[in-house]
């Protein structure tokens, strides 16, 4: 298609308008458009890749899009192009997105070499948008170099935005003792980093107390990693303490990753992961479909519905009347 074929061509040159109108195109649940969104992404595989992806979560409160802001302005000073992936929840009335993180990055917002992209999350487990992974791949073809995908925080968005990004950057608020007891052990077991947020002033002293007992905490814990330990940290979006060593880090894990072979592993395995998320949503598709076009449903419904057939029991009838029909 000629239309798919400018687009791309207009992507891999950097214009801005027509990375944001890709992203539309792949989040778009037409049919028509999802053929269009197929080729498009075929068409700029090529070009994609050359990137660091972090993820940043954090719970509420945390301050992610403020620091997200200062982090960014730094990377930006030296020299990269950055994409910000900002995943927000959705209203479960509208499907809209209701964080609105532009507002919360007006510098950033501003800058021509940085990239914004707010996506309602619409339901999806793990708080990241049904098409983070297309986006972050449009992103590295249109010349962004760095791309940091922040997480809404709740639920298994960290294990989602785990499977997407090379380096996982938890931010943790101040506390201490029993309150550390908060921070899940499943967090700290996919994070390659985690940074005290808000050490500043009469906080400062908390953080650093905090940061201490999540340093031992991470002791007990395998590496997210093969060959990196866990890193801990204290930061600042007020005054910037730490947002440099935040970015040094990652760089060195980068280097450090390259280098074992961790980091060239993790993305053939994020690869064959998307793939089979794929076929799945594709296998989904095509029972539902079934489902309508042969109106096979409407007896199990009704037995479940009426609490004469337990759900599991209905799926399975479900499953072998289309396997039969096929």
């Not at 690869?271 to 109106?295: D, G, P, T």
Request: proline share 2%; charged share 25%.
């Amino acid at each position: 298609m000629t239309s798919i074929r400018n687009l791309a061509d207009k992507v891999r040159d950097g214009q801005r308008t027509a990375l944001g109108r890709a992203i539309t195109l792949i989040e778009s649940i037409s049919p028509k458009h999802k053929q269009e969104a197929a080729e498009l992404l075929e068409r700029l595989l090529p070009a994609a890749g050359n990137s660091i992806r972090i993820g940043i979560t954090g719970a509420p409160g945390a301050g992610k899009s403020t620091l997200i802001e200062k982090l960014g302005l730094y990377i930006l000073k030296r020299g990269h192009k950055l994409a910000v992936l900002a995943i927000d929840p959705s209203s479960s009335i509208s499907g809209g997105s209701i964080l609105g993180d532009k507002t919360r990055m007006d510098e950033l917002s501003r800058r021509e070499d940085c990239f914004i992209r707010p996506s309602p999350s619409q339901g999806e487990l793990g708080g990241v948008a049904h098409k983070t992974r297309e986006s972050v791949m449009l992103c590295e073809a249109a010349g962004f170099d760095v791309i940091l995908v922040e997480t809404v925080g709740v639920g298994q968005s960290e294990a989602a935005a785990r499977k997407m990004v090379d380096f996982f950057l938890l931010l943790q608020i101040t506390g201490g003792g029993d309150d550390l007891q908060g921070v899940k052990r499943g967090v700290l077991e996919l994070a390659d980093a985690v940074f005290v947020t808000k050490a500043d002033g009469d906080n400062k002293s908390k953080a650093v107390m905090t940061c201490r007992e999540l340093q031992t905490a991470a002791g007990y814990i395998a590496p997210a990693t093969k060959g990196w330990q866990t890193k801990t940290g204290i930061c600042s979006a007020v005054t910037g303490l730490g947002v440099d060593e935040i970015w040094k880090t990652a760089l060195k894990f980068r280097d450090i990753t390259l280098q074992n072979g961790a980091f060239t592993q993790r993305r053939k395995n994020q690869a064959m992961e998307w793939m089979y998320s794929c076929l799945n949503e594709r296998i989904v598709e095509h029972f539902a479909i079934s489902l309508k076009q042969n109106s096979i449903n409407g007896s199990a419904e009704e037995a479940v519905a009426n609490f004469k057939m337990t759900p599991a029991k209905g799926a399975e009838v479900l499953f072998h009347e289309i396997i039969k029909r096929q």
